[in-house]
């Protein structure tokens, strides 16, 4: 639960050559909102922490800070070479953004009180004018942003005859002649990545990106989890609120919303509490712009350089795999590990994170999946003469071998945190480092290829993040009930082959069982049929016949041996067939050796909304660095709208009405509204 104090007003302050440190701003009450590489605030919270806005207030703001940011853009043309996506400095290597932090305090104090603002905000909400095409385009978006150049005449303004342009792609010269210029038009310089970023795209699609120094991925779900309950109960509570008991539905989130435009006003009848917008202002010299080019220009050449691509594998997930006694986790880690080995034919290093949570303060483990056991199942599945039993063999001793591990890694027996925190200690006490840390074994257990981690459960469509190493890939899945889920990017590697690859090996390796069931399926029915056959010499009786298919007993009609029906009075006294009037019930997971289990190929509906949840502090509203922007009453009640059935891919979507089981996998759902904190600007240093 202590990561939770980390999760809202919390930033990542670069310190030059010095460790990087998590502050904490226990009194922040306003939130900051990116559009277009311009940076607006407005408080949502009152000081004693009731919510001071509605979604209609919400919608209002949100509305005018789109207009705001769109004319600003269309009258300016540095905002338009994002020259004022500030945001794009928080991308650089971390020494770099020190510098240039540094560089703007200094320059001007205006500056220091802006950066204040933004570190101090509850969250960053990043509205998007993207719209993703795919589920690959979402999940690239909510990884790094999305990639556009554009173009135009510098000695005229820009039209659809004097420009031209393409995604990942050259961009032609003028065709008029004139002098050629091109600036970042991509969602890429939309962002702030020192703090956690709740994403919105112009479709209404959603997600988060959050920094992970100060918590792990299962704090991040928690909050996903949440907000996407609070979702479904609220839309569940709005269409039973004619209902005698609609008061019997409760929320997961309880928030006190006091309305700063209606209430507490003061006796000119003016609000105590400001809730307009602002944009936030830099003074930004000359040589400051330069650096923000060559940080956009540095950050386009990565997300060229990456890939993301998500599979998913429809044909069975976690119902399938439990009901032929493997764990989920450790069948798709060896997926993964099958995969490569098929793709490259080596074993290579790869990670799972392990939560170490009943432990004070605990965080993770590193789990190492590529045992000997691991290489020897890669072994015999490329081996062609190896039998289907030897391959099942193979894959049931390194999965119970890799559950062994993971179960040894949450209970504080793993190896590789205690001995990088032994070389943390050593170098901080200047100490001097052992022969080992230099050993090529170190060096290797450290190069991670294959960086993978499990996080999510039916409120969330995708998850993914980027390969720790320029040779690996990046591989985030979800075991669902019924399906697969894996987002997997890479930079210059063959990341739709290692997909299709993987999605081949799951293919493979579900065959292999339902053969095994067909096989023992047949020979229980061959030895139905030779006790039958024996039965009619003795009795001379017809033998009721079984239906089944190449998949096995359909309908479990061989789960015992056929019975003989006595002669019929009304057929004459003649043996009259046994017929069956209406199929049997399916086996069950323990009478699968009769019978073969049906698989529902459905896929649950996802999605999530946007809430609100923090503490508050609010900086002095007479800097000279704010100005106020107009909202209309008049506008939409809602800023996310309602998304289609359509798979939307790696990201987060708000549901019409669905029914989800919060409680799965360990997820709590007692988060406390308000949750406690230490003093005022805690920090915590990242060493």
């Not at 899945?477 to 739709?496: A, G, M, P, V």
Request: glycine share 6%; charged share 20%.
């Amino acid at each position: 639960m202590d990561q939770f104090k980390a999760l809202f007003a919390t930033s990542r302050i670069p310190i030059k050559n010095a460790k990087d440190t998590i502050y904490v701003f226990d009194k922040s009450n306003h939130i900051a909102v990116l559009c277009r590489g311009s940076v607006y605030y407005f408080q949502v919270l009152w000081p004693d922490g009731h919510v001071a806005v509605d979604e209609t207030d919400i919608a209002d703001i949100l509305e005018a800070i789109q207009r705001h940011a769109k004319e600003e853009v269309g009258t300016s043309k540095d905002a338009l070479k994002g020259q004022q996506s500030i945001g794009v400095l928080t991308s650089l290597p971390r020494n770099d953004w020190a510098e240039a932090r540094e560089e703007l305090t200094k320059h001007s104090p205006q500056n220091a009180e802006s950066l204040k603002i933004i570190d101090s905000a509850l969250f960053v909400l990043v509205l998007d004018d993207y719209i993703p095409q795919n589920k690959h385009d979402a999940a690239a978006n909510m990884l790094h942003g999305s990639y556009l150049l554009k173009g135009y005449g510098l000695d005229h303004e820009p039209n659809a005859a004097s420009m031209s342009f393409s995604q990942f792609g050259g961009i032609d010269r003028p065709a008029d002649g004139g002098t050629f210029s091109d600036y970042q038009a991509g969602s890429c310089c939309n962002r702030w990545y020192d703090k956690l970023q709740i994403i919105v795209c112009a479709d209404g699609t959603a997600g988060i990106n959050f920094e992970h120094s100060a918590i792990d991925g299962h704090t991040a779900l928690r909050f996903v989890s949440d907000v996407y309950a609070e979702t479904v109960i609220s839309f569940a509570q709005s269409i039973t609120k004619l209902v005698a008991a609609h008061d019997m539905i409760p929320n997961v989130i309880s928030a006190k919303v006091v309305r700063a435009a209606t209430t507490a006003l003061d006796h000119e009848g003016r609000a105590t509490l400001d809730v307009f917008p602002k944009k936030i202002h830099f003074d930004i010299p000359e040589r400051m712009h330069r650096r923000i080019y060559h940080a956009e220009t540095a950050l386009g050449d990565e997300i060229v350089a990456s890939e993301t691509f998500v599979l998913e594998f429809r044909d069975y997930g976690k119902s399938f795999i439990t009901t032929n006694q493997l764990s989920p986790d450790s069948y798709v880690q060896m997926s993964m590990m099958l995969a490569y080995y098929k793709l490259y034919g080596r074993i290579v290093c790869a990670y799972e994170p392990v939560l170490t949570k009943n432990f004070f303060h605990g965080r993770t483990e590193a789990m190492r999946p590529a045992t000997m056991e691991a290489k020897t199942l890669c072994e015999v599945f490329t081996d062609p003469m190896a039998t289907p039993q030897q391959k099942i063999s193979a894959l049931r001793t390194a999965t119970q071998v890799h559950s062994k591990l993971v179960k040894d890694c949450s209970q504080g027996f793993g190896v590789d945190r205690h001995l990088f925190a032994l070389k943390c200690i050593a170098d901080k006490k200047g100490l001097p480092t052992p022969p080992f840390y230099h050993s090529k074994p170190w060096k290797l257990l450290n190069h991670t290829i294959l960086s993978t981690s499990n996080c999510g459960n039916p409120s969330i469509a995708g998850f993914g993040f980027g390969p720790v190493v320029p040779d690996g890939l990046g591989v985030g899945y979800i075991i669902k009930e019924n399906q697969l889920h894996y987002s997997i990017s890479s930079k210059h590697r063959q990341t739709r082959r290692y997909a299709y690859t993987l999605e081949s090996v799951l293919k493979e390796m579900s065959q292999l069982f339902l053969d095994q069931k067909k096989d023992s399926v047949g020979a229980s029915l061959r030895a139905a049929d030779d006790a039958a056959v024996h039965r009619k010499h003795l009795s001379n009786t017809l033998i009721p016949t079984i239906s089944y298919d190449s998949y096995g007993d359909m309908w479990g009609e061989s789960s015992g041996p056929p019975s003989v029906v006595p002669p019929s009075r009304k057929n004459n006294g003649q043996p009259q067939q046994q017929r069956c009037t209406q199929p049997p019930a399916l086996a069950s997971p323990d009478e699968q050796t009769n019978g073969t289990s049906m698989q529902s190929l459905s896929s649950p509906l996802e999605g999530m909304g946007l809430d609100t949840l923090g503490q508050n502090n609010f900086p002095s509203e007479s800097s000279q660095d704010m100005e106020v922007v107009e909202t209309s009453s008049s506008l939409p009640r809602h800023i996310l709208r309602r998304q289609s059935s359509k798979e939307v891919g790696s990201v987060l979507r708000v549901p019409s009405i669905a029914y989800t089981k919060l409680s799965q996998r360990g997820i709590q759902i007692d988060m406390p509204t308000k949750p406690t904190r230490d003093s005022f600007h805690r920090h915590q240093s990242l060493d």
